[in-house]
């Protein structure tokens, strides 16, 4: 185990070496910032007023065209790449770089009333009008020929200019939301089925399509499963493939245009495009291969949309603390860096409610996407709309073209630190071994996001939430934490936590085996198990297929209503729940260290570790709303196996980059003491943090 993890460690120090020279940023560098300019909503003769005052902020790029079609190709065929020369060549002037966009989220008016087809149909039938973003079908042949069209004239003409660093395909590339049910859509799904069941009876087979009298014959007659076109329910095993093909038809989208790209663009210029930060009807993991890093969009305050329990009164000015962190760690993947392609200037226009910012809190973002991997941080946008859809988002000037906004001020605060910061910067800075014995790898796969939310058996259940939950945990322990896929190296980590891991295989129950027996810690959680990789439940008792992992009976499960509260004993501490309880009867190798107080099985195991080997497996059988149980299962699970965890004060994010560690207060009810060690020395930042402040120390 400790030879393959010191084995990590240099291959991701090999990694980091490596992006450096593929000019992303080097590692002297820490980080560049830059932030979105749409040369076509503005006179001309403000451009280089506004690129010039975009470098005197501390801006090192900019970032063109994701929404130009129209102005790019006004008529189908006839391009115009004057107007955008002569920006990229004043960008250049002022000293910016420039990071070239597809324009394939927004279609020109010309193509959409010539092509109709190219338009989503969404779940009622209706097809979408022009005058939207992301409303085109990811299936229709004709908007993927109009779109290699202008991507490839963009490419050739921008692929070897010296001021373009890199490429963002697309924007936000997610429907929004919205499942697309158009006719090719339809085509295209039943190919996807044909290309993954070979055969009609194995379909029928996964789909268990002899319940409810749902037997299909041939692949043709497969439908496009619609909750607006039942009478009860849709097939949860249809549904759930439905979702895997939506997630791999966005996926084909944005490789398609990678591959274009890299047809014709110099190799000095990378390829990306902007997710959104967890979204699970894409899958952005699927596209690892073919861009050359995953990068995400970032609001942490967008009223009433992004309220997952963040800390205080105040904290919907502030947002969730682990939100970025989480994205971070998601993003990294397998390339070990990420990026922000949009993180929030300031105040927004879309949420229930928009409210300002809390002085400071922009900064503190933006060093907590530093500390977490972000080799790029982008803002949308330098100025503020007056116009369209989004004139109330702030960018990094206001109304005026030339007044710092909140955003512009922060953000020009943060890159002056970062400029003295790169004076600081050690190359053989090692990471702390204590922090890196700490390190926690979240086993991850939508389909197990998938399965519970199309099947939820209680509204109280939320998996978004339950990932969520985890990863804050993990952080406020000041635990590192990486994403990973079951087809990595799990010996590469010390900790594997697998939250609500319901599908899985004897392949998968194999090599989590093996990962203990070699001394690996697993950490499995409530509805683990529970179900093969079609949906279906086990032909046993629940429970039985893993029983030999957890060391457990899974007796049944319970969920409670909203207004009734079961309680928990652990450690002479007493902890409630009402949403999910696995109920446990251990082995007689297994240790319980949680018990339930109340109903009829009162006295029965909530949480359980067991020894295997020389690693050992937890259980933790319940889901929380506050996370609290879930949080002291886990301190006493790594006390046990002899990890030293810290519990951070409520609201502190703490992590470690490039050998500076970075402390940040993301409460809005109390000051915080940063404990530092007697050999620290402060680079920004005192010990006492007041909310949104932040401590940068090495």
Request: net charge neutral; proline share 4%; with cysteine.
């Amino acid at each position: 185990m400790q030879v393959k993890f010191l084995s990590l460690i240099i291959l991701i120090t090999f990694t980091l070496k490596c992006i450096g020279q593929n000019s992303v940023t080097k590692p002297e560098e820490l980080v560049k910032t830059g932030v979105y300019y749409y040369p076509e909503q503005w006179d001309k003769s403000q451009w280089d007023r506004d690129f010039k005052n975009m470098k005197s902020l501390g801006f090192e790029f900019t970032h063109f065209a994701e929404f130009a079609w129209a102005m790019l190709e006004p008529e189908e065929g006839k391009f115009d790449f004057s107007w955008l020369d002569e920006a990229v060549l004043l960008a250049k002037k002022n000293g910016l770089k420039v990071i070239m966009c597809t324009p394939t989220a927004a279609p020109p008016v010309w193509l959409t009333q010539k092509y109709p087809e190219v338009l989503l149909v969404k779940d009622d039938g209706i097809r979408a009008k022009h005058g939207g973003r992301e409303h085109f079908s990811w299936s229709s042949k004709k908007y993927g020929e109009l779109s290699e069209k202008i991507i490839s004239e963009m490419a050739k003409h921008y692929g070897n200019d010296s001021t373009i660093v890199g490429w963002q395909i697309d924007n936000e590339p997610s429907h929004y939301g919205t499942v697309d049910y158009g006719e090719e859509v339809l085509k295209h799904f039943q190919l996807w089925l044909q290309n993954k069941y070979s055969s009609i009876d194995s379909l029928n087979f996964a789909w268990g399509t002899t319940f409810w009298s749902q037997r299909y014959t041939s692949f043709a007659q497969m439908i496009l499963p619609n909750v607006k076109t039942n009478v009860q329910q849709v097939n949860p095993h249809a549904l759930l493939d439905f979702q895997r093909f939506n997630a791999f038809e966005c996926s084909k989208f944005v490789s398609f245009q990678a591959k274009i790209l890299k047809k014709y663009i110099d190799s000095s210029q990378w390829v990306t495009t902007n997710f959104m930060d967890f979204h699970s009807k894409v899958d952005p993991w699927l596209n690892d291969k073919d861009l050359d890093f995953l990068a995400y969009t970032m609001y942490p305050v967008g009223g009433g949309f992004n309220n997952m329990g963040g800390v205080g009164e105040q904290s919907f000015r502030v947002g969730v603390p682990n939100k970025i962190a989480f994205a971070n760690d998601f993003f990294r993947y397998k390339k070990k860096f990420t990026a922000v392609m949009e993180l929030q200037p300031g105040q927004v226009n879309w949420g229930l409610y928009n409210p300002q910012t809390y002085p400071g809190i922009i900064r503190a973002w933006l060093w907590s996407a530093y500390v977490g991997g972000s080799k790029l941080i982008c803002s949308y946008r330098y100025r503020q709309p007056l116009y369209g859809g989004e004139q109330y988002h702030y960018g990094m000037v206001g109304t005026d073209g030339v007044t710092p906004n909140v955003g512009g001020r922060e953000y020009g605060q943060f890159m002056k630190e970062i400029q003295q910061l790169r004076t600081q910067y050690k190359p053989n800075n090692k990471i702390p071994q204590e922090y890196l014995q700490r390190k926690t790898a979240i086993l991850w796969n939508w389909d197990n996001y998938r399965v519970t939310e199309i099947q939820p058996q209680t509204n109280q259940w939320n998996p978004s939430k339950v990932i969520y939950k985890f990863h804050r945990i993990l952080k406020e322990l000041n635990c590192p934490v990486d994403f990973i896929s079951e087809d990595m190296d799990f010996a590469s980590y010390p900790t594997i936590i697998a939250p609500m891991y319901q599908l899985v295989d004897d392949k998968l129950i194999e090599k989590l085996t093996l990962y203990v027996k070699n001394g690996g810690h697993l950490v499995l959680t409530a509805r683990s198990g529970e179900k093969d990789r079609n949906g279906h439940l086990w032909e046993m008792p629940y429970g039985k297929k893993i029983e030999t992992l957890t060391g457990d009976k899974l007796l049944f499960f319970d969920a409670l209503p909203e207004d009734k509260l079961g309680t928990i004993s652990m450690n002479k501490k007493t902890y409630s729940w009402n949403n999910w309880a696995d109920v446990l009867e251990p082995l007689a190798r297994t240790e319980s260290f949680a018990t339930y107080n109340d109903q009829f099985y009162k006295s029965k195991s909530a949480a359980t570790l067991t020894k295997i080997g020389k690693g050992t497996v937890s259980y933790i059988g319940v889901d929380t709303d506050n996370g609290a149980f879930e949080k002291e299962c886990l301190f006493q699970m790594y006390n046990k196996i002899g990890i030293r965890v810290n519990k951070l004060a409520d609201g502190l994010m703490l992590d470690w980059r490039d050998g500076f560690w970075v402390a940040v207060n993301y409460s809005t009810n109390h000051q915080i003491k940063v404990d530092l060690p007697k050999t620290a020395k402060i680079i920004f930042g005192k010990k006492l943090l007041n909310p949104a402040e932040v401590i940068v120390w090495e």
